[in-house]
């Protein structure tokens, strides 16, 4: 029992810190577009890089990993993520620090990687409260990371070091503690699905981003937006004939995980959202240093640390549906109160201590609600989707984020993020009540 306990810390510390690359460069990208001298547009795609290149990574990697080993896969993945912040570290131009984030991204697989090697050791009966606190991880990766930035007083070359440094001590664990049944899986892995995916969402992702400058009319524009939707309906035709796809186009419609696949996307959009813009309105409106953005946000993970802590014992009185459904409506409450008001600390506080609550109650329900009617086989791939999905939400809400910062406002953002919740929510307990009357 101990051993498994052991392995289960070790691979939820290794996912964290692979979070912790999702959301450190949040609070410094003020300071990057100073430095750098770019638009805020321009710079966010220094988080939009690193998230994207975490939505291709996953299904590549999870394959990868079903062919040559979870664990070794692993190591590779967090390899790459000490490469990537040793040159984010050492970068001096944009697209240099933007290659780097781009590496860093490949440790966004850690999680369905991590949940096939814990169902190998772990009892079934306690599996739903190991696969709770490394997906509640996930939360509290993002929250520290906004942390971590702050406490090296946002010094981006300081903050990549550390998480090279934090990365290299996971590598060192999961080496030592994490062992690994023998790979079984066959075939290639799909490189050409793994390109498509990356043009279409990254057509999108910058049409997104820079239409407000660009004019949302203008050809450039609407030749991106056209691009996406043809190269992505190009590799949903290539998807379904190939052998073993990057994605299972199946599992994403697939009546055992679409309520999850749904929720995660709105749910990673609707954090995103409402985390770049607390950063932005706190050291905007109220001059708040790095460091103190990081403390507005201390309640957010905190509260996802002690979530995950008792997401276990939950999910044996709820179930995962419904969890995900209070976990989005405090979500949606909390982004409702900064819509309205978020021109002191007490607000931020406030809705820091909500959105900690109802994101780490969701993530956690989640990694449950997406494995949970599948069989044993399917469930890299199910929690592979859930978790390629939530990044692909996170994606698209650094570049609708930035878009709106720059044109409407922090209310519009804040209101956007509010709505994904809400969504997230009807769509958890529509699909919840329909499982229960249909099982998978």
Known sequence: MYKNLWVVAVLAFAVAVGTLQMTVVVPLLPGLERQLHASSTTVSWTLTAGLLSGAVSIPLLARLGDMYGRRTVSLVAIGL????????????????LIVGRVLQGAAAPLLPLAMGLVRQVVPDHRLPSAIGVL??????????????????????????WTLAGLAA???????????????RGSGRPDLAGAALVAVWLGCLLLAISKGAAWGWTSPLTLG????????????????????????????LLHRATVGATVASFLLGFALFAAITTVSAVAQGALRASVLQVGIYLLPTTVLMLVVSVLAGSLMRRFTASALVVAGSALVTAAALWLAVSSSSGAD??????????????????LGTMAVEHVEPAKTAAAGGVNALVRLVGSSVAGAVGA??????????????????????????????????????
């Open 81 to 96: 993520l000490i490469t990537g912040s040793a040159l984010s570290a050492v970068a001096g131009t944009l697209p240099l």
């Open 224 to 251: 991106l937006f056209a691009t996406a939707v043809v190269v992505a309906a190009v590799w949903v035709a290539t998807a379904r004939r190939t052998p073993s796809p990057l994605i299972e186009i199946p599992m």
């Open 348 to 365: 931020l506080y406030g809705a820091a201590t909500l959105l900690g609550l109802g994101v780490g109650l969701g993530y956690a329900a």
């Open 135 to 160: 997906s509640a991880t996930i939360g509290v990766g993002s929250g520290g990371g906004m942390i971590l930035a702050g406490l090296l007083d946002g010094n981006h070359r300081t903050v990549f």
């Open 403 to 440: 878009a709106l910062l720059s044109s409407g406002g922090a209310v519009w953002t804040f209101g956007v993020a509010a709505g994904a919740a809400l969504l997230a929510a009807l769509f958890a307990a529509v699909y919840g009540n329909l499982a229960r009357k249909e099982p998978a």
């Open 169 to 183: 001590l996971s590598f060192v664990l999961v080496a030592a503690v994490v062992r690994d049944a023998p790979a």
